[in-house]
């Protein structure tokens, strides 16, 4: 079946836009995630949704940064004023169940963000 | 808070001979671990994690909860396991906190 899906997966914004990145989650997945790969950087943690709840926005690094999942499905990150700190690649993921069941996490290919 | 240590960036490796990567964590709670491994051009998939203590692509990696270590073996390094691999530690229930990741360079 298919996995977790993102889009765009390149990503070229001017210091100052507005960006809106997307991930459509495994279907029927109950949890997603957002984590920020910074270049030579492990993944780090952004923001946690429960179906359409987010539990979870404390590795949100600024309040430019808002993350949303309004059905329980399809979930949008959207980075406004955009700073060259921003360039990072954006991962998705998601999983099956909730709590600590070692839900595998499924990612998505990410999004490459660059701001020039 | 929790933290996970992969010292060595780049690990060069020949063909058939031993792969270790080094994991080191820390957290007040008790500790899930994971290996995800990114090969080139694919997304970041699990490898192997602590609790199902399963071989993998003949990977291994024991949990030590007295040297907080959880290091990834195999024994004879295949040029298919070239890729990017992180260890990552579950806190909070469901959130990943990951190392900055090895890269395996197996030499033919």
């Known amino acids: 079946g298919a996995g977790v899906s993102q889009s765009p997966r390149y990503k070229v914004a001017k210091r100052g836009q507005d960006v809106a990145l997307r991930c459509d989650p495994i279907?029927?997945?109950?949890?997603l995630f957002w984590y920020q790969q910074a270049l030579g950087q492990g993944p780090e943690f952004l923001t946690y949704?429960?179906?359409?709840?987010?539990?979870?926005k404390s590795g949100l690094p600024s309040d430019r940064f808002f993350a949303e999942r309004p059905e329980g499905s399809v979930s949008t990150l959207k980075i406004q004023r955009t700073q060259q700190e921003d360039s990072a690649v954006y991962l998705c993921a998601s999983s099956l169940l909730i709590g600590r069941e070692s839900n595998e996490q499924y990612f998505g290919p990410g999004t490459r963000l660059t701001v020039t | 808070a929790q933290r996970v240590t992969q010292p060595e960036k780049l690990l060069s490796v020949f063909k058939g001979a031993p792969v270790e990567l080094k994991c080191n964590y820390s957290y007040s709670g008790s500790p899930e671990l994971f290996w995800y491994v990114q090969y080139s051009r694919q997304r970041l998939q699990l490898l192997l994690r602590?609790?199902s203590r399963e071989s993998i692509k003949g990977f291994t990696a024991d949990l030590n909860k007295g040297e907080t270590s959880f290091h990834l073996k195999k024994p004879f390094a295949q040029e298919e396991d070239s890729a990017m691999y992180y260890c990552?530690?579950?806190?909070?229930?469901?959130?990943?906190?990951f190392g900055k990741g090895n890269q395996v360079v197996v030499i033919p």
């Open positions: 949704f429960q179906n359409e709840a987010q539990l979870d």
């Open positions: 279907s029927g997945h109950v949890s």
């Open positions: 602590h609790i």
């Open positions: 990552a530690l579950l806190y909070g229930n469901n959130r990943l906190a």
